[in-house]
């Protein structure tokens, strides 16, 4: 088995010293110091982080999100705290999305009328794009 890297110098050389929290403790053979292992858990890839981010800076709600990108809406809610994002609100404005092929995507460009009157941005989504639009709300 491997044992894990000591967080204060590195070293390998360490000996299990208990249980904390379901959490295997460690004490540093080399330094003295006592630490423990991170949880094993299901680790989310960062393109997955910083896509749910870069959705949630544009306007796409948590739930969205999670429809889209498969992770809990949840964890979003996590990393928009954890790294501090804030996104812009818009009271005149609103973000409507599609999800398109390459082709498609080559399609919508292609039309002069689809580039007028939003603002845009495409984003890679897998194998996909995404293609958001920034709209005027429309007033009674």
Known sequence: MNKPPCPKCDSTDATK?????????????????????????????????????????????????????GVSHVSVMNWVKKYGVKA??????????????????????????NLKGAGLVVTELGDKFMLIRWERFKHS
């Open 88 to 113: 812009p609100r818009q009271t005149e404005y609103h973000p409507t999305y599609q999800i398109l092929n390459q082709k498609e995507l080559t399609a919508f460009f292609q039309d002069p009328k």
């Open 17 to 69: 010293s208990g249980v904390i929290g379901d959490r295997q403790r460690y004490k540093c053979k080399n330094c003295g110091y006592h630490f423990t292992v991170a949880k094993v858990g299901r680790e989310i890839n960062s393109y997955y982080v910083i896509k749910a981010l870069q959705l949630y800076i544009e306007g796409v709600s948590y739930r969205e999100i999670e429809r889209l990108l």
